[in-house]
């Protein structure tokens, strides 16, 4: 099994392993504060001293600790999806974006309780961060290795991952341009970034969000326009995107504004270049 490679979330030098044949958990000491990190049920606890989560993203971090709470570790619904059949379809684009790769190293933004990157730990290590301690600890549970960090703020080198995903989180994070480069940052030239999130240009949202509007934090919604220039702007290429017509089990390669209009859900996948 490959170690992620973890920096401190305050000064950013690399944690260095600290063995003690007493203790039953791992430690890290900073090469440059000294400050030692704990890993506690399979969680790197690795959130910045300096860091405060604004209220929108607060309130997102404490409503998955409840829903986890409630629904438990097993649940999809606990990652606030509609159903359990929009959870397996957005699953499925995740692993159709991500192709047949085993033997990699990933890296899972916003994992919840890891079940949407369960299919790829049957070849590969997945490594999940949430801003949620509760998911994190779910997630190791269901195999990843996690770690509670915010999404802005990676404790992780440059390059570390062969590939990285964030399936619906940009829609719900304060700074989605800053996570967004993050994720792009400690994925290795010639590794790959996969985005799912919601389509500003869909008739569909519009209507629901009329009708149903959100009672707690809104959630941003994004143009292939907008997510291409972002990904190109952090160094990225071969950018292909498709629309997800859920909960219509149906997606075809992005196109013009007919189906746009019609498509809830944007999917994006992008090679990080040289």
Not at 122 to 141: I, K, P, T, Y
Request: a neutral charge; hydrophobic letters at 45%.
């Amino acid at each position: 099994m490959r170690d992620i490679v973890l920096r401190c979330p305050d000064c950013h030098y690399l944690l260095h392993p600290v063995t003690d044949a007493a203790s039953t958990s791992r430690s890290a000491r900073c090469s440059g504060c000294t400050r030692t990190f704990t890993s506690s049920a399979g969680v790197w606890d690795l959130w910045p001293t300096r860091v405060r989560l604004t209220p929108e993203d607060s309130q997102w971090a404490a409503h998955f600790d409840a829903t986890v709470g409630a629904l438990g570790t097993s649940d999809p619904l606990a990652l606030d999806y509609g159903s359990r059949r929009t959870f397996a379809l957005r699953q499925r684009a995740m692993e159709e974006l991500v192709g047949d790769v085993s033997g990699q190293l990933l890296l899972d933004v916003g994992c919840g309780n890891g079940l949407m990157a369960r299919p790829l730990l049957l070849s590969n290590q997945v490594a999940g961060v949430d801003a949620s301690l509760q998911m994190a600890h779910a997630a190791a549970r269901n195999g990843l290795q996690a770690v509670h960090a915010p999404a802005f703020e990676l404790p992780f080198v440059d390059g570390s991952f062969d590939g990285a995903f964030l399936i619906e989180v940009l829609q719900i994070v304060s700074d989605p341009y800053r996570v967004l480069s993050e994720l792009t940052r400690v994925v290795r030239p010639g590794g790959f970034v996969v985005l799912l999130t919601h389509n500003a240009e869909s008739l569909v949202r519009r209507v629901l969000y009329r009708w149903f509007p959100d009672e707690g934090p809104a959630h941003r919604m994004f143009t292939l326009p907008q997510l291409s220039g972002w990904l190109t702007s952090l160094g990225c290429g071969q950018i292909k995107g498709r629309h997800l017509f859920l909960p219509v089990p149906y997606s075809r390669p992005a196109s013009g504004l007919p189906a746009s209009l019609l498509a809830t859900t944007l999917a994006l996948r992008a090679e990080k270049l040289a």
